[in-house]
Nanobody, 124 residues
Framework: QVQLVESGGGLVQAGGSLRLSCVVS????????MGWFRQAPGKEREFVAN????????YYADSVKGRFTMSRDNAKNTAYLQMNNLKPEDTAVYYC?????????????????WGQGTQVTVSS
């Protein structure tokens, strides 16, 4: 059974930084792309970033491009999301997810396994 556990969320002032981590159980971590999504109250879950299995390719939503960086350490079965220059509109529950295929995707439907989420709150 694949399990994902996020950590690193919290309360930060606008302009600040946070680093989210996502530890994934299982032996096939390096095979599958990973993604980060977020969901604000009253809104649908939205794509934030994804990364290939090797970590060599990444893709970002326009809203976070240049501010967020996704990475992974396959030796530690861990994916990361470094968030800099945070804005109040970044406030949401952030979820990591493991793809169900070998292709990166921006659609939540392409991800088979999800973490429980970690709250990020950015004050103005």
């Amino acid at each position: 059974q694949v399990q994902l556990v996020e950590s690193g969320g919290g309360l930060v002032q606008a302009g600040g930084s946070l680093r989210l981590s996502c530890v994934v159980s299982g032996r096939t971590f390096s095979v599958y792309p990973m993604g980060w999504f977020r969901q604000a109250p009253g809104k649908e879950r939205e794509f934030v970033a994804n990364i290939s299995g090797s970590g060599g390719m990444t893709y970002y939503a326009d809203s976070v491009k240049g501010r967020f960086t996704m990475s992974r350490d396959n030796a530690k079965n861990t994916a990361y999301l470094q968030m800099n220059n945070l804005k109040p509109e970044d406030t949401a529950v952030y979820y990591c997810a493991r793809s169900s295929t070998y292709q990166r995707s921006t659609s939540p439907r392409s991800y088979a396994y999800w973490g429980q989420g970690t709250q990020v709150t950015v004050s103005s």
